[in-house]
């Protein structure tokens, strides 16, 4: 254990780090979270492979037809909202380039507040950022309509000008595909560092897959199945969409709009709505009560989207059910894999005293990441925590402050506990 001067937060410092001479890395996932961050580091020079047990980009959580690029912000001066923020900046200039080359729309993202509680901190979040209105600003009911396409109902509603929705699955192959990254197709059962050799090797149920100096788990609830990152505190939660066929009056809509759940203006006659959430599913089968479920949300949302919707009959309803992988702080996790046996021993003193100070640095096991916990807001997070992840791989100084990055750090939930004496 290497020590320093006391900071307040010595365990997110690596006392250990073993120098990159190779620059070969392996992502394990080829989602928004792992293609993201192969893209980021191909870009700054590595040798990058990506494996997924699909032959192709983007077949799970990633492999809706369309996603949102989500906002989440609020009047207080929260770590989420706060690392929403830089995320969907960041977000909205980094899908520029797949925007205007056509995929997917940057029509506008248009919130409209669910209830009363909402109503007020609308008008709060509102005030909070009334120096940034290129990223979002209050519309008032009269020019709701006007703006949306749509006889909204709402007193008024946020609208981000600069968000919009994507294709993920197209993303994710473009993004391996314009920055020529190798797909391998494996099932990766554990990885294994080899010390002489000073490499990870990836093996699947019958043999070694890859060796690779750098290894970054990006495989979302899956990180659970290798012993490094199976203490991660991730969540399963499965979740459907609904496509439904446009009306006349509702092929007008010009934008995305957010509520109870979200719908997306019309492409091909079809609108795409969701989506759902549940804890103890694990099908991803279609069920005609989810369906209704997003149909009985967008009117929720609101009267006037419901009307122009009609009512569309069963039969016309398709969709896509997968699951989203979530962190109890509602933040993703990215940064360096912790050593925890290590750090278990070297905070112990945390599980008598939270204030404790410390001197030991973090233990890290060597040149191993996770980018994953993205939520319902992966299109949101992963460019942001792609970029933080390559910054760091490539020593760089990273675009976010040392506080939001440490809001996303894998080490925050192995310290949290320490200091509640939990484990
Ligand atoms: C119904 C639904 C609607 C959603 N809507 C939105 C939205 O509008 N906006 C938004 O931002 N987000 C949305 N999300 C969330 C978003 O889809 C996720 O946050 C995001 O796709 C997560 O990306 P990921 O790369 O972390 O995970 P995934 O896309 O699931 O990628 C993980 C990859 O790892 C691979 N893998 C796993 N284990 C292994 C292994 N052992 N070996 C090899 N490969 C492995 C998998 O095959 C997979 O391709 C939605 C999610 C759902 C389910």
Redesign the pocket.
Known sequence: MSKQQPTATPWFETANPIPRSRKTVTV????????TVAAALKKRGFDVTV????NH????????P?????PKLSPRDDLLPRVNLAAIQFASDYYQPFWDSGLGRQCGVLVVPENDKARSDFKLISQRYADQTEMVETIAHDHLEELSGVPLQAESALYFPKLG?LP?QLVCEQLLKLNDIPLIQ????GLEYAQDQANWQLRDAKQLVIETETVII???F?CK?FSQTAYLPLRKI????TQLPCTVESSKMKMVICGEC?ITPAENSLHGC???YNKDLFTTELRDIDHQTNLAQIAATDAGLAAVLGQPSNESLTG??????TTSDYLPIAGPVPNRAAMLEDYAALRRDAKMPMTSLGAYLPNLYV??G???????Y?PLTAELLAAEIASETPVLSKELCQAMHPARFLIRDLKRNRI
């Open positions: 394990i996932g080829a989602g928004i979270s792992g293609c494996v997924d047990r699909h980009a983007g077949a799970e959580a990633s492999g809706n369309e996603g949102i690029v989500y929705w993920p494996a099932d990766i059962q990006a495989s979302a899956d199945q499965r979740g459907q969409i979200y969701g989506a759902t896509r059910a997968n699951f989203r992988c980018n994953c993205m939520g319902s807001r992966g299109l949101s992963a």
